[in-house]
């Protein structure tokens, strides 16, 4: 894709206007802006510059595909018949120029423009591939009847990065749960278990309900754990603080306690405040299998931190996310610290198609039937579903440099790349299904057991 302001030494740089050279600095200015890029294209190919002109049309339409008018100042610029104007819109008849010659009179023919994708010495010609592809732009999409805008994907795409212990996002940045796609059942545990105590105050008094405790997410590897999490934040409308083993142990006897220590008392002092403890299993590791001391000191302390939850972190919300929960230290899970828990599967048929949506926005694809691409994804994770867009755009590139014509990624390309990749969330169930037939003592892993019954996996 093009994402870069043209070279600006496209054409005799003498015979350039000075509104043409202010209008450069303003596009430099404003790379994003479509309508003042067309508008430089327009006066540069009034000028004779048909090779910027060109370039300045191609990067707007990667920007915006399906605008009409950059679809018709291509057609233009390469010497072809512009596309009908829409409704409502007049078409005007312009002289055309062609890259280095003259505008054709009024009423005679564009001489044709020859097409050659591969330059001397094999190099793939851009412009040329350009050229081919003209103004044809067929739909993105197959549309359905009843096709609804889609929210955010939730692989953690969208996601703006984890902060390290010290860095908090504030809640105007967050997400919503109504920004993740599908996972209603997720939603709605969430919204009994978590967020509607926190919502009503005294509904909570008038019942006795307690703010203390949190809530640990598990599930198999990139299915949008840490999403949930920052929408969880969303919705309580709090900072939003992510840590993991990185931001904590050190090397120094004694400072990855304080660390620990110091990460709680940033979320008090930015209160209110949700704390997301990523890769639970490294943070708070059994100390029965831990060898090291200051391992086992840090859990200690974390343990110590959680206590408070309630009193003095009033306001301090505790989210934590694992794929082992067997592996995190049982009394991180005991009553008054971590003790809901939460099942986080692969995307169901709704999340894959708005996480599908994601990754396929700014590529160039042509009439895509996702709903038989839903269907051949079931059980991926959101990364599987990721690998598969980027394993279909590099097929289709290749065949595009190999060929020397420039080719749009269809729905042959997508469901061959998902035939090829394995969901990485095999492996997972595979040592969960022994977990929660052998090991599901208290009746922990019944959500767990009742999903792997349903979906034949025992």
Known sequence: MLDETPDSSSGPAAAESPLIGSLRAAVAAAPRDVPLRLHLAELLLGAGHGDAAVAEVAVALSQAPADAQARALMARAMGGPAPSAPVGQPHIEQPVASAGQPAA????????????PVQPGGRFDWAAAEQEVGDVLPPRFV????????????????????????????????????????????????????????????????????????????????????FIARAVAGELGANFISVSISDVLDMWVGNSERNMHEVFETARRKAPCVVFLDELDALGAKRSRTQHSGMRNTVNQLLTELDGVGDVNDGVFVLAATNAPWDVDTALRRPGRLDRTLLVLPPDGPARDTILRYHLRERPIESVDLGKLVKATDGFSGADLAHVCESAAESALLDSARTGTVRMINTKDLLGAAKTIRPSTEPWFAAARNVAMFANEGGAYDELLAYLKKARRL
Do not use: H, I, W
Not at 109 to 116: L, R, V
């Open 143 to 226: 549309p359905k009847p009843d096709a609804r805008k889609a929210p955010l994907a939730l692989d953690g795409s969208g996601d703006p990065g984890d902060s390290d212990a010290y860095d908090v996002d504030a809640p105007d940045d967050a997400v919503r749960l109504a920004d993740v796609g599908g996972m209603q059942e997720v939603k709605d545990r969430l919204e009994a278990a978590f967020l509607a105590p926190m919502r009503n105050p005294e509904l909570r008094r008038l019942y006795g309900k307690s703010l203390r405790g949190g809530l640990l997410l598990y599930g198999p590897p990139g299915c949008g754990k840490t």
């Open 105 to 116: 009179p009024a009423g005679q023919p564009p001489a044709e423009q020859s097409a050659a």
